[in-house]
């Protein structure tokens, strides 16, 4: 097992890493919101917000040597199932390859943002 880290990726504000990788796969930790270079949420509508996830996950995926076309599942978080139409619209411009996927509403995300995202990826 290996553990990824990037300061182009928010660093982990718990108890867990940015991602690891193992089996051939990167595991990565559920991507919310945050400017890794603030440290700040980012973004009030949940089309920039996801924007921002799935630019951070992308840094990662790059860090962890494999890029967001290796992506074959998500689970994606949403604060507001109203805003599923939205967020899927910038999903899909990022996620070309269609990985499987769940998504579903959650009451509250960590600093109330609107999105949270995590990917399992081949190397």
Do not use: W
Not at 5 to 24: E, R
Not at 91 to 119: G, Q
Request: hydrophobic share 40%; with cysteine; proline share 4%.
């Amino acid at each position: 097992m290996k553990y990824v880290s990037t300061d182009k990726a928010p660093q982990a504000i718990g108890p867990y890493s940015q991602a690891v990788i193992s089996g051939g796969m990167v595991y990565t930790s559920g991507q919310i919101a945050i400017n890794p270079s603030s440290g700040n949420v980012e973004g009030t509508t949940i089309e920039e917000q996801t924007e921002l996830v799935c630019t951070n996950i992308e840094n990662l995926l790059k860090a962890a040597g494999t890029d967001i076309s290796k992506v074959v599942k998500t689970v994606c978080f949403l604060a507001d199932m109203g805003d599923f139409g939205r967020f899927n619209e910038v999903y899909a411009k990022h996620f070309v390859s269609k990985p499987a996927r769940s998504c579903v509403a959650v009451k509250t995300l960590p600093k109330n943002v609107l999105v949270e995202i995590d990917t399992v990826t081949e190397l």
